[in-house]
Each structure stands twice: as C-alpha cells, then as structure tokens.
C-alpha cells in the first residue's frame, strides 16, 4: 500500500524568506503523480502544483517549486519570497496512476512572520 | 463557473440519526470521491465512484454509504451516525474517465458535530 508522511508538522518562515516543506512517499507504482495542496483557513483546499512521476524536470509555479527525487522517494515544496497569504497548511499527497485515488500526508502547518 | 457545492456547510447530529452530506458539481467530471479529514491524519478517503451507478470502498468506508444515480451528485449517508464520525468531510471531482491520476478539484467541505 502506498503511504505519505509529512515529518514536519509545523514550520515558520519568515516574510520574503524561502522555506522548504518536506514530504516522502513509499510505492509500488510506476505511474503516479504528486501534488501539494494548501489549505487555508478557509477550509478550502487548494491545489498548488502538481509533478508527474515520468517527468524529470521539477515542476514550477510562480513562487512554488518541487523537488522530486523519484529514487529517494522525496518530494518536497520549495515556497520563495513568502507572503503572509502563504500561511496555511500544506498537503503532500499521492495519486494513484491505477486508481486516480489520492493519499494524503498529515499535513504541515506554515506560519508566516511579519 | 463550473464549480463543485457540499451542502450543509455545518451540521449537528444525535447519535444513532441517520445524516445525508450533499455534493454537486458541475464540471461535468466522471470521477467523485468523498474524504473526511481528522486532526493528524490529514484526508482519508471513505467512498469514490468513477462514473453513474458506479461506487467503491475507500479506507474508511465503514459506517457510510453513497450513490451514484448521475454525474453531478455523490451524496454521503451515514447510516446510524456516531460520535466517532464528527469531522469534516469533504468531496472531490476529477474528470479523467480513465482514472489515472487527473487533478482532484475539492468542495468547501461540510464540518459535521454527532452528539
């Protein structure tokens, strides 16, 4: 069965700085994607960005950046120039090229200071 | 705008009353999913359907029910509602027919309190 863990289940970062949140995953799989969503307050969840296994290259949106390391099992979030808005919390998860299902990690709070 | 709907947004339930949870989209997506999401286990999927008439078993599936008559709407029942089933529930839509790993677009969730 495939598993997401979150290790981080709070970080802090501050205003205009860069921070990384980290997520593994552990599969059988050959086709896969990983996505990062965050959810605000609100309760809405938001998809960030997305990475298809077979790609190589990172995925980039705007200030979001992974790091897929397809080997060591690791996909991790870069957020650069962080604004107050990117307070949330942040989930890692899988999906399913068999099923379309999605397995989520815990989560990771991020706090963003003034 | 296409969008995906749950409805209510907050509910409060006895033990032991059945409870319907609504989800609508009109995306016209083949895929829906219903999760629930508990402090520390992020989001567990409880029931999906990848098309009308169609409905399968997540990971926690026990205790719930869904069907699938259209492919706007994947209503949630719980059955005889416990107190272990407070949390807040959410439901997706994905539209690859195929299933393999199209993005999931989320509700705004419905936070359900059983008493």
């Known amino acids: 069965a495939q598993t997401v863990t979150q290790s981080q289940p709070e970080m802090s970062v501050q205003e205009a700085e860069t921070v990384t949140l980290s997520c593994t995953y552990d599969?059988?799989?050959?086709?896969?994607?990983l996505f990062w969503y965050k959810q605000p307050p609100s309760r809405q969840m938001i998809l960030v960005i997305r990475?298809?296994?077979?790609?190589?290259q990172n995925a980039t949106e705007n200030r979001f950046s992974v790091n897929f390391q397809k080997a060591a099992k690791s996909f991790s979030l870069k957020i650069s120039d962080s604004q107050l808005g990117d307070a949330a919390m942040y989930f890692c998860?899988?999906?399913?090229?068999?099923?379309?299902?999605?397995?989520f990690g815990q989560g990771t709070t991020l706090q963003v200071k003034p | 705008d296409a969008e995906i709907t749950q409805s209510p947004r907050h509910k409060i339930t006895e033990t032991g009353r059945q409870v319907t949870l609504a989800c609508h989209q009109t995306?016209?997506?083949?895929?829906m999913f219903w999760y629930r999401q508990d402090l520390g286990h992020g989001l567990r999927l409880i029931h999906y359907s990848y098309g009308v008439q169609d409905t399968n078993k997540g990971e926690v599936s026990d205790g719930y029910s869904v069907s699938r008559s259209n492919t706007e709407d994947l209503p949630l029942t719980l059955e005889s509602a416990a107190s272990s089933q407070t949390s807040v529930y959410f439901c997706?839509?994905?539209?690859?027919?195929?299933?393999?790993?199209?993005?999931?677009?989320f509700g705004p969730g419905t936070r359900l309190t059983v008493l």
């Open positions: 995306w016209n997506h083949n895929n």
């Open positions: 997706a839509s994905s539209p690859d027919p195929t299933a393999s790993t199209d993005t999931q677009y």
């Open positions: 998860a899988y999906g399913s090229g068999n099923t379309g299902k999605l397995i």
């Open positions: 599969t059988s799989e050959s086709d896969y994607y």
């Open positions: 990475q298809e296994a077979y790609k190589q």
